[in-house]
């Protein structure tokens, strides 16, 4: 079992605002990252630390976190976003780390 | 550019070892500030990390593989590998190997991953 919870499936309608959210202890302690990973394909870094995103990621991608709560917002969702969206960060103890079990994000 | 390519059997059978090499091109594996690891997805499922090594050696491990996991460095060959001991049916997967930022205490992140190579456990 994950020690990241994250809501298995999320739909969006075409240019709407959607919020993935991740769930753990350790998210009071450290920030999660979140990648992007579509079929075929290996995962894509898109935030990382407090609110960065890496060259090329679009800026309709951001982070928050709150809480025992990471977020991944994605302003003005398009087609090519569809997508599963995990988060990682440490677990409790510190030392290891932890994937969340992914979200599919639908774009409709 | 920084690449990682991973390399090794297809096809292993079940008690034998995994065996799998990540080669890192376009760039040094003893950079400051970057361990390298292992993640593992399973044909329809997650992302699993597997364990993270500094070009040092110094290693982390996922406590539900530790038992069967070591994962070393070749800091002149700029590689790094993962061995999996007593392989079963649930380690089939996709393996990929990712170079991973841990140098602030409280953020950290894979940034750069290969492309995968699918490992089959089967008699």
């Known amino acids: 079992s994950s020690e990241l919870t994250q809501d298995p499936a999320v739909s969006v309608a075409l240019g709407q605002t959607v919020r993935i959210t991740c769930q753990g202890d350790s998210l009071r302690r450290y920030y999660a990252s979140w990648y992007q990973q579509k079929p075929g394909q290996a995962p894509v870094l898109v935030i990382y630390g407090k609110n960065n995103r890496p060259s090329g990621i679009p800026d309709r991608f951001s982070g928050s976190s709150s809480g025992n709560t990471a977020s991944l917002t994605i302003t003005g969702a398009q087609a090519e976003d569809e997508a599963d969206y995990y988060c990682n960060s440490r677990d409790s103890s510190g030392n290891h780390w932890v994937f969340g079990g992914g979200t599919k994000l639908t774009v409709l | 550019q920084l690449q990682l390519q991973e390399s090794g059997p297809g096809l292993v059978k079940p008690s034998e070892t995994l065996s799998l090499s990540c080669t890192v091109s376009?760039?040094?594996?003893?950079?400051?500030?970057?361990?390298w690891g292992w993640i593992r997805q399973p044909p329809g499922k997650g992302l699993e990390w597997i364990g993270s090594?500094?070009?040092?050696?110094?290693?982390y491990y996922n406590p539900s593989l530790k038992s069967r996991v070591t994962i070393s460095v070749d800091t002149s060959k700029n590689q790094f590998s993962l061995r999996l001991s007593s392989a079963i049916a649930a380690d089939t997967a996709l393996y990929y190997c990712?170079?991973?930022?841990?140098?602030?205490?409280?953020?950290?992140?894979?940034?750069?991953w290969g492309q995968g190579t699918l490992v089959t456990v089967s008699s």
């Open positions: 990712a170079r991973q930022f841990l140098e602030y205490s409280s953020s950290d992140w894979f940034d750069l």
């Open positions: 376009g760039g040094s594996i003893s950079s400051r500030g970057y361990y």
């Open positions: 090594i500094h070009y040092s050696g110094s290693t």
